[in-house]
């Protein structure tokens, strides 16, 4: 069976290369490989989330679940330079693609593993203003819940998270379980056969 892109160490060799895009509104140059996920284009779950999210507010702790090669981190230290923004992924090549992508192009962003990250906000008592995030459904529906209910846990009491999903991958199913969790889970756009939904407390 072949790697995911949720596979924690890649084998796969990393085959860096360089991609220029724009990331809402600002040029970006980045390094991406293999072994992660959309390492060839900003793939268009993640396009449909920047292109429908309302600007982050101007401080707080924001999140990047799932950073990927780092797209998302990228819009969020860009668009709120004086936030605290953090990039989580369990795939060790991602988090060092992203850190490294955010210092090429003069950002701030904190990227680390999942459970590192994990660890030290629960330590700190840190909660999270902000989760901006196209999460990793292939995981399976199990998995997928537990990921959620871990980092939604973290959001404040004002906290907002925005979540694209992919229609034809349960995107009204996770919404419906969102709300039976507790949760207030509203759809605030579709577009291209994807969702963004936005959940609060």
């Not at 991609?19 to 793939?43: C, K, P, Q």
């Not at 702790?61 to 990228?74: A, Q, Y």
């Amino acid at each position: 069976m072949s790697e995911h892109y949720f596979t924690p160490g890649p084998s796969t060799p990393a085959e860096e290369r360089t991609h220029h895009f724009t990331i809402r509104g600002r040029d970006l140059t980045v390094t991406t490989a293999n072994g992660v996920f959309s390492a060839d284009r900003l793939d268009k779950g993640t396009q449909v989330l920047l292109a429908h999210v309302p600007d982050p507010p101007e401080q707080g702790t924001f999140l990047d679940l799932g950073c990927g090669w780092g797209p998302v981190s990228l819009a969020l230290a860009s668009a709120a330079p004086h936030a605290t923004v953090h990039a989580v992924d369990v795939n060790e090549r991602c988090v060092e693609l992203t850190a490294r992508n955010a210092v090429a192009n003069g950002l701030t962003v904190h990227a680390a593993l999942a459970d590192q990250t994990l660890a030290s906000l629960r330590q700190a008592g840190t909660t999270l203003d902000l989760i901006w995030s196209n999460p990793p459904v292939r995981i399976g529906k199990k998995a997928l819940h537990a990921l959620l209910t871990t980092w939604l846990g973290l959001l404040s009491e004002q906290g907002q998270a925005w979540l694209v999903v992919q229609r034809n991958l349960g995107a009204d199913s996770l919404a419906a379980w969102l709300r039976a969790e507790g949760w207030q889970a509203t759809r605030a756009s579709s577009s291209k056969g994807y969702r963004v939904l936005r959940v609060t407390r």
